[in-house]
T-cell receptor, first 112, second 113 residues
Framework: QQQVKQSPQSLIVQKGGIPIINCAYE??????FPWYQQFPGKGPALLIA?????SEKKEGRFTISFNKSAKQFSLHIMDSQPGDSATYFCAASLHNTDKLIFGTGTRLQVFP | EPEVTQTPSHQVTQMGQEVILRCVPISNHLYFYWYRQILGQKVEFLVS????????KSEIFDDQFSVERPDGSNFTLKIRSTKLEDSAMYFCARNRGVQETQYFGPGTRLLVL
């Protein structure tokens, strides 16, 4: 119940494509859903986050879509660039805690 | 984005030895966390720390682990007697409040031989 399932494990797109990464959860007590980007040798960095009271949030080229009834959320990267090549992690936390539960990660490669 | 620094960047140790990993504070960040990432796997929560007390810990954080922030200085993670399976990247994170952005450090790569 504390797990966050993430897919796909890896993704290859051409520059300009729109990679989509999906996550699913079971615990309806989760109320904060961040996405982190990690480059090799670096720590995860927050990309964008959403709470269950909205169905979509957009920041620049990054969009989170959230489906509360299906307990799923996804990250879309518009006009992807080679510099977006990284590992992306979804995460979730329970109300009033900061324990982030991470998905297994998606390695994205964007080719020119 | 606030910079979080960690030392050392790499540590190699023999099984059974004690290691101390350090995280440098940012003045207005009151909440501290340690996570670990075994090579190629997901990031896992270890412990959260606020007001000089552990506020939450995972089942991974057993008696071999301890955290402290002596005198408001560096935030440390100590592993008393390292095991081979402790080999991982250890990330410190911090933020200003509950469910505010957690800023991660670059990590310490620990290798236990």
């Amino acid at each position: 119940q504390q797990q966050v399932k993430q897919s796909p494990q890896s993704l290859i797109v051409q520059k300009g494509g729109i990679p989509i990464i999906n996550c699913a959860y079971e615990n309806t007590a989760f109320d904060y859903f961040p996405w982190y980007q990690q480059f090799p040798g670096k720590g995860p960095a927050l990309l964008i986050a959403i709470r269950p009271d909205v169905s979509e949030k957009k920041e620049g080229r990054f969009t989170i879509s959230f489906n509360k009834s299906a307990k799923q959320f996804s990250l879309h990267i518009m006009d992807s660039q080679p510099g977006d090549s990284a590992t992306y992690f979804c995460a979730a936390s329970l109300h009033n805690t900061d324990k982030l539960i991470f998905g297994t990660g998606t390695r994205l490669q964007v080719f020119p | 984005e606030p910079e979080v620094t960690q030392t050392p960047s790499h540590q190699v140790t023999q099984m059974g030895q004690e290691v101390i990993l350090r995280c440098v504070p940012i003045s207005n960040h009151l909440y501290f966390y340690w996570y670990r990432q075994i090579l190629g796997q997901k990031v896992e929560f270890l412990v959260s720390f606020y007001n000089n007390e552990i506020s939450e810990k995972s089942e991974i954080f057993d008696d071999q682990f301890s955290v402290e922030r002596p005198d408001g200085s560096n935030f440390t993670l100590k592993i008393r007697s390292t095991k081979l399976e402790d080999s991982a990247m250890y990330f410190c994170a911090r933020n200003r409040g509950v469910q505010e952005t957690q800023y991660f450090g670059p990590g310490t790569r620990l290798l236990v031989l």
